[in-house]
């Protein structure tokens, strides 16, 4: 868990907010905020994902488009084209 700020492990809990979400503090920014509940992104969002990378927009704009983090989908990004193979046209002999 980060500051989404500064991107510090240094948080603390910070009461939480109206509809029970609970809220933190960055002691090293004071930043103060929410953490999405990006861990539980449906597989249905992450379908959305591919696609609009598929037509290759910014991913600032997929972020925006599909409600997550720029940093979350980044990390997603990363993690998808790490399992990517290098080579895809393989053809098969025989
Ligand atoms: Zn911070």
């Not at 539980?40 to 290759?56: R, T, V």
């Not at 925006?64 to 290098?86: I, T």
Request: proline fraction near 4%; glycine fraction near 6%.
């Amino acid at each position: 868990m980060n500051c989404p700020n500064c991107n510090s492990e240094n948080i603390k809990k910070n009461g939480s907010i109206h509809n029970g979400k609970q809220k933190y503090a960055c002691k090293d920014c004071n930043r103060q905020f929410v953490l999405a509940p990006e861990n539980c992104i449906s597989q249905e969002k992450k379908d959305f994902i591919d696609k609009l990378l598929l037509e290759k927009l910014p991913l600032v704009g997929i972020a925006r488009v599909v409600g997550v983090s720029e940093r979350w989908l980044q990390n997603y990004v990363n993690k998808k084209y790490d399992n990517v193979p290098k080579v895809i046209n393989v053809t098969k002999k025989g």
